[in-house]
């Protein structure tokens, strides 16, 4: 569907942000998240840091990560 499309995507979106910089908290993540305009599960225009850490969770359990 396209909604999963979009969770894809924004798994890959902050998986590579989390890449590029990984010395970047969670809000941090969040952030540039929100500046590339990748919504959140919920909707809106700002993650929380749980929305961040869940998604980042399933980017490792997807393999576009390595696990901590």
Same mark, same amino acid.
Request: charged share 30%.
């Given at each position: 569907?396209? =909604?999963?499309? !979009?969770? $894809? *995507?924004? #798994?890959?979106?902050?998986? !590579?942000?989390?890449?590029? /910089?990984?010395?970047?908290?969670?809000?941090? +993540? !969040? $952030?540039? %998240? *929100?500046? %590339?305009?990748? &919504?959140?599960? =919920? !909707?809106? +225009? &700002?993650? /929380?840091? /749980? /929305?961040?850490?869940?998604? #980042?969770?399933? *980017? =490792?359990? $997807?393999?576009? #990560?390595? =696990?901590?």
């Amino acid at each position: 569907t396209a =909604r999963a499309r !979009g969770r $894809d *995507a924004v #798994l890959r979106v902050a998986a !590579g942000v989390l890449r590029e /910089s990984p010395g970047l908290t969670l809000r941090q +993540v !969040g $952030d540039r %998240l *929100a500046a %590339l305009r990748c &919504h959140p599960p =919920r !909707g809106g +225009v &700002h993650w /929380s840091v /749980s /929305s961040v850490a869940a998604t #980042l969770k399933r *980017a =490792r359990r $997807d393999g576009l #990560l390595e =696990r901590e």
